[in-house]
């Protein structure tokens, strides 16, 4: 469609557009598109992944010497707070 034809049918073809039917026309001797444009987010594109297969709880509660080295820790830092 021309620049010309599209000034014609604007409203009409805004409509068509706006139902999902791209429209291309010719101006200047350039290939145009009017689309819609989505406004989703690029993490609405994600897929939740069940990486761990255990509740993470347990993975650190299984290791109770581990975990009191960490608190050992952690009450040190905080005293020196």
Do not use: C, H
């Amino acid at each position: 469609m021309s620049a010309t034809a599209l000034r014609k049918t604007l409203f009409q073809t805004l409509d068509k557009v706006v139902s999902g039917e791209p429209a291309e026309f010719t101006y200047k001797g350039k290939t145009l598109r009017i689309s819609t444009v989505t406004n989703t987010s690029k993490l609405s594109k994600s897929v939740k992944r069940g990486i761990l297969l255990v509740n993470p709880d347990s993975i650190v509660e299984s290791d109770t010497k581990l975990m009191d080295e960490l608190e050992e820790g952690w009450q040190r830092d905080d005293e020196r707070l």
